[in-house]
């Protein structure tokens, strides 16, 4: 049954108030949590997602460990008061389990796992609360949460929802918009512009495609943009935190060698 609601008005407005193309207000807190060696909580509107990254640490399973590289463990967990169905997921749910693998996909190409051999690297995914957007939520906070962590990349995987309402395209969607129109999830690689995952759960037409495909890239750099000011801002205030402040012997030099490497990516 289609919605009630009207997705998108003549005047170009959505049921939220957004343009077509205009994304949901992202907030980044990579504050410590908890044991984490690293953490983030990222909100895309009203979706939200905690992820905390163990490692690389010794596999507590010996069958996993992989003598050449890293083995990536990711584990989702939703929260039952996360969702207004107010069901609870366990980890053996079908749809989790499909995340979880999804997730794992999309990073084993771009954490270098070749420079921690028999190791493994614990990616912790905890929904506290969603609007649309989920897996996109969940594959920018574990790219935010690897950064935290230390543990090098490629480049940053930035993902993003997109879809079509009769021929418009739209970008980053509410639930509403998902659960009415057919939507496509893309994950991106700004810095060298290749793409780590595409994913749908309904069809689109291969006309429409096209179009949202090239939307998803631009859009990748924007959410980029957000993600490299969020991630100098929490470094420069723990260089502050620590004393080596821009004033003290050989604090700008590092300052700005620091900007220079962020600028790599």
Do not use: W
């Amino acid at each position: 049954m289609g919605s009630r609601v009207e997705i998108l008005n003549e005047g170009g407005f959505r049921s939220d108030g957004r343009r077509q193309y205009e994304l949901r207000d992202m907030t980044i807190d990579l504050s410590q949590q908890g044991l984490a060696d690293g953490s983030v909580i990222v909100a895309h509107g009203l979706t939200q997602v905690l992820v905390s990254v163990f490692g690389p640490r010794e596999a507590k399973i010996r069958s996993h460990t992989i003598h050449d590289r890293a083995n990536i463990n990711v584990e989702v967990n939703v929260a039952a008061f996360s969702t207004g169905e107010r069901r609870k997921r366990t980890r053996g749910d079908k749809r989790i389990l499909e995340m979880a693998a999804t997730i794992k996909s999309t990073f084993e190409s771009v954490v270098q796992t070749n420079l921690y051999p028999r190791s493994q690297i614990d990616i912790f995914v905890q929904v506290l609360q969603q609007d649309g957007g989920l897996l996109q939520a969940c594959i920018n906070g574990t790219t935010l949460a690897l950064v935290s962590a230390g543990i090098p990349l490629l480049d940053f995987v930035c993902a993003i929802t997109g879809g079509v309402h009769s021929t418009s395209p739209m970008l980053d969607l509410s639930l509403l918009e998902e659960n009415d129109i057919p939507n496509v999830t893309v994950a991106v690689m700004p810095r060298t512009g290749k793409v780590t995952l595409v994913t749908m759960e309904t069809r689109l037409h291969v006309d429409r495609f096209e179009e949202i495909f090239r939307l998803a890239g631009d859009a990748g750099k924007v959410i980029h943009g957000e993600m490299k000011r969020a991630v100098k801002s929490r470094t420069s205030a723990l260089v502050t935190a620590m004393g080596s402040g821009p004033r003290v012997g050989g604090g700008d030099l590092a300052d700005k060698d620091g900007d220079d490497r962020m600028n790599d990516y």
